[in-house]
DNA sequence: GCGCACATGTAACCTGTTACATGATTTG
DNA sequence: CAAATCATGTAACAGGTTACATGTGCGC
């Protein structure tokens, strides 16, 4: 059981979801491919933290459950949390901005904004479900079984505005900083 | 030469440094382990894209330099930029909130913001630092060889303030939705 | 009928982590 | 003078990526 088990467990502890699905759901904060994802469900199911239910309706779709191996996540989450990863070659390249042409720096930014627009794209539409939730009545229990999501996904959302808003400020400083005119 | 080698390629564009400078400066986007760094310069040294150069002075420190391969880093820098990669076990635990009691939800939060607390702290003096040399009309030749670690240094300023005020906002929202009076 | 999104899986390989090792210099 | 920080390195192992493989269902 590493981390990714762990995080997986965590998914599942919402509610029951394909691989494919909890792949989708993760990538708000930790990036796996479904060949790494597929290879711990199935270790997870040989040591019995999950199950899995084929589908018999629409063929070859996998349900998986989570059992009642629900008190390790409740230890887990009381373990001291490691620090958060990231990795951002952008940014490696921004390092060196000083020593680029100006056209390598203006395709630089534009594919990060190009990225970032891409995702607040997809962010936005997921907010504004969660958010009807949230204020119908009705669904108090699907809106309290969505509330961690529902905070993972706007701070994803104010993250993208951010990184758009930097990448406007960063730009015109480098031009007022580096055109001579 | 993958990735890594390239991310400190473009730290040793601006100055040579040693591998525990390189890996204290790429700290801000992507952390490596030292084992990992030295193992990488060495592979890269074989290659010829950078020198090693005693210190005679104060014993054991070694210098390096990137050397005359300048235009491999160039052409990267045009390459197609890899998407971030973040992986972030706070939020896996987040994810499952609606389900911790509410002692554990605080302990989370209060690590949470220490974390980003020290982080800031740590960030702040290189900011000011920079900010320094910006205003500083005798020192430009400094200042435009800092600009693209000023722009990052930014960037990590304003996350970690964003993160403390979700922190916040993100308790509070919490309580108003879960504590019955 | 073609391409795209859905859906799952294995194997080889590269990357990153942990543990082991060592020694100098600075600060309280 | 002990602890922390500076400073570098190797080896074994765990985690993550890429390539290969296969098949369904939907819309244009």
């Given at each position: 059981?590493?981390t990714?088990?762990?995080v997986?467990l965590c998914?599942?502890a919402?509610?029951?979801?394909?691989?494919?699905?909890?792949?989708?759901?993760?990538e708000?904060?930790w990036?796996?491919?479904h060949?790494q994802?597929?290879?711990?469900?199935?270790?997870?199911?040989t040591?019995?933290?999950?199950q899995?239910?084929?589908d018999?309706?629409?063929?070859k779709?996998?349900?998986?459950?989570?059992r009642?191996?629900?008190?390790?996540?409740?230890?887990?989450?009381l373990?001291?949390?490691a620090?958060?990863?990231?990795r951002?070659?952008?940014l490696?390249k921004?390092?060196?901005?000083?020593?680029m042409d100006k056209?390598t720096?203006?395709?630089?930014?534009?594919?990060r904004?190009?990225?970032?627009?891409?995702?607040a794209?997809?962010?936005k539409?997921?907010l504004?479900?969660?958010?009807?939730?949230?204020?119908?009545p009705?669904?108090?229990?699907?809106?309290?079984?969505s509330f961690?999501?529902?905070?993972i996904?706007?701070?994803r959302?104010?993250?993208c505005?951010q990184?758009?808003?930097?990448?406007?400020?960063?730009?015109?400083?480098y031009?007022s900083?580096?055109?001579?005119?």
């Amino acid at each position: 059981m590493n981390t990714l088990s762990y995080v997986l467990l965590c998914m599942l502890a919402r509610k029951s979801c394909t691989g494919y699905e909890l792949k989708q759901y993760m990538e708000l904060f930790w990036q796996a491919h479904h060949s790494q994802i597929y290879t711990v469900l199935g270790k997870m199911e040989t040591e019995g933290y999950v199950q899995f239910e084929a589908d018999p309706d629409t063929t070859k779709k996998n349900l998986l459950t989570n059992r009642k191996r629900r008190p390790s996540v409740s230890k887990w989450v009381l373990e001291e949390t490691a620090e958060p990863i990231s990795r951002d070659e952008f940014l490696a390249k921004i390092y060196v901005i000083a020593l680029m042409d100006k056209s390598t720096v203006a395709q630089l930014f534009n594919d990060r904004r190009r990225h970032y627009k891409k995702r607040a794209t997809i962010n936005k539409p997921k907010l504004e479900e969660l958010e009807i939730l949230q204020n119908d009545p009705a669904r108090k229990v699907e809106w309290r079984n969505s509330f961690g999501r529902y905070l993972i996904v706007k701070r994803r959302d104010e993250l993208c505005m951010q990184e758009l808003a930097w990448c406007d400020w960063a730009e015109d400083l480098y031009h007022s900083s580096f055109d001579k005119i």
